[in-house]
């Protein structure tokens, strides 16, 4: 995998990409494309965490990929490093040219850089590409700006594949996102309630940073951290309304006509159709005869794959 570091600790010189990049769309790859061939510097990605809407207004910034996802997915685009500068009030006070010259030009030593027509940077965002390009020229450093990317809906973006996964749309999302949408999670203990009424399940840990789709009862792929096979399933994600109507909002993922000892691994999960929302039932029977229902149809849906 690619590493993860701070300014400080980068390989120099670099050629850079500024930018979040949540989700690599299309767009994303546009832009990283114009410097993975560049003569004098390593191709590295430069992004800020945590996200500045998260310092600045104490927004919660769930990702669509979290830095040690973002990298495996960097790596075959030609991407040798991806540096995450950490974002703070101080940071958010540098003017544009401060920034440029302290983060980019010194600790980063950027031969070449690439942003999207939209990037803005330093103090009240005054920051954008004209700006860039002013002092890229002072210093000699190659500038790209990348034209924003459109298909016949709108402007390629990650805010377009957060509402496809709001809506529980797996095929828009995997359309924007040019390859299947996938979470992992470590399995933890459960209460067992699945195991007694005949539908085992793993009960994963997800970390709270990652963008999740809609609640509901998907059918979906999984592996386990450890193996390349892919195993058919059916998701569960929110609360258990039949069981525990106060329980949190959970994930468990039941294994078609597998028994699997998972306790402790890591399971990866791409959900791929949702099949319904949540929905309480009136006793454990009837939770069953449902989830019954939904392996099939999920299995069905999966073997057409």
């Excluded at 600045?56 to 973002?70: F, I, M, N």
């Excluded at 999670?185 to 005949?198: E, L, M, S």
């Excluded at 959900?271 to 009837?286: A, D, M, S, V, Y």
């Excluded at 449902?290 to 999920?298: G, P, V, Y």
Aim: with cysteine; aromatic share 6%.
């Amino acid at each position: 995998m690619i590493p993860l570091s701070s300014p400080i600790n980068a390989r120099l010189p670099t050629a850079l990409a500024l930018g979040s990049f949540d989700g690599l769309h299309a767009g994303h790859r546009r832009v990283i494309k114009e410097i993975t061939n560049h003569r004098d510097g390593i191709p590295t990605i430069v992004s800020f965490w945590p996200h500045p809407r998260e310092v600045l207004y104490g927004e919660s910034r769930l990702r669509l990929d979290l830095p040690s996802e973002k990298s495996l997915l960097l790596e075959p685009l030609g991407i040798k490093q991806l540096v995450l500068v950490p974002f703070d009030k101080d940071l958010a006070a540098l003017p544009a040219e401060q920034f440029f010259n302290q983060i980019l030009l010194d600790k980063l030593q950027a031969k070449k850089i690439a942003v999207g027509e939209n990037f803005r940077f330093g103090k009240n965002r005054k920051g954008d590409p004209f700006v860039l390009q002013r002092l890229c020229e002072k210093e000699g450093i190659e500038l790209s700006i990348v034209p924003i990317l459109e298909d016949k809906l709108g402007r390629m973006s990650s805010s377009r594949i957060r509402e496809a996964l709001k809506e529980g749309d797996l095929q828009t999302t995997k359309n924007l996102l040019g390859r299947a949408y996938n979470f992992r999670g470590v399995v933890i203990p459960g209460k067992g309630i699945g195991r007694n009424i005949g539908w085992p399940t793993a009960n994963l840990e997800v970390d709270g940073r990652k963008f999740l789709p809609a609640l509901g009862v998907y059918a979906a792929w999984a592996k386990t951290g450890s193996e390349a096979k892919l195993f058919p399933a059916v998701m569960n994600l929110g609360p258990q309304p039949t069981v525990d109507p106060e329980s949190p909002s959970a994930v468990e993922v039941h294994f078609l006509n597998e028994k699997i000892d998972l306790l402790g691994e890591e399971v990866i999960v791409e959900p791929i159709q949702r099949l319904r929302g949540q929905k309480k039932f009136k006793n454990l029977e009837e939770l069953s005869q449902q989830i019954s229902f939904d392996a099939n149809q999920a299995h069905s849906i999966l073997n057409e794959l």
